[in-house]
Nanobody, 117 residues
Framework: QVQFVESGGGLVQPGGSLKLSCAAS????????MGWYRQAPGNQRELVAR???????DYADSVKGRFTVSRDNAKNTMYLQMNSLKPEDTAVYYC???????????WGQGTQVTVSS
């Protein structure tokens, strides 16, 4: 059974940083492009960062230059380093396969990121 477990969220002041982790199980992690998604209240879930099996990355314009996605295939884990956080980054963050390349699996519980002073 495929499972994604997100962690690392929290409350941070504007301009601060957080690093999220996504632990995947039930898939051959290293062959898949993976994505980080977020959903703010009242908004649709959006893809904010993705990384291919060969470590090519791509970002939504709203996070480009501030977020960095990486992966450790030996640990079946993907990361999202978030710097210069803004209040508009407040959302629940999820990981899954990269929807531009693969069908999505069931969502995990996500991790809440709140940017507020």
């Amino acid at each position: 059974q495929v499972q994604f477990v997100e962690s690392g969220g929290g409350l941070v002041q504007p301009g601060g940083s957080l690093k999220l982790s996504c632990a995947a199980s039930g898939i051959i992690f290293g062959i898949y492009s993976m994505g980080w998604y977020r959903q703010a209240p009242g908004n649709q879930r959006e893809l904010v960062a993705r990384i291919t099996h060969s470590d090519v990355t791509d970002y939504a314009d709203s996070v480009k230059g501030r977020f960095t996605v990486s992966r450790d295939n030996a640990k079946n884990t993907m990361y999202l380093q978030m710097n210069s956080l803004k209040p508009e980054d407040t959302a629940v963050y999820y990981c899954n396969l990269d929807k531009t390349s693969w069908p999505l699996y069931n969502w995990g519980q996500g991790t809440q990121v709140t940017v507020s002073s």
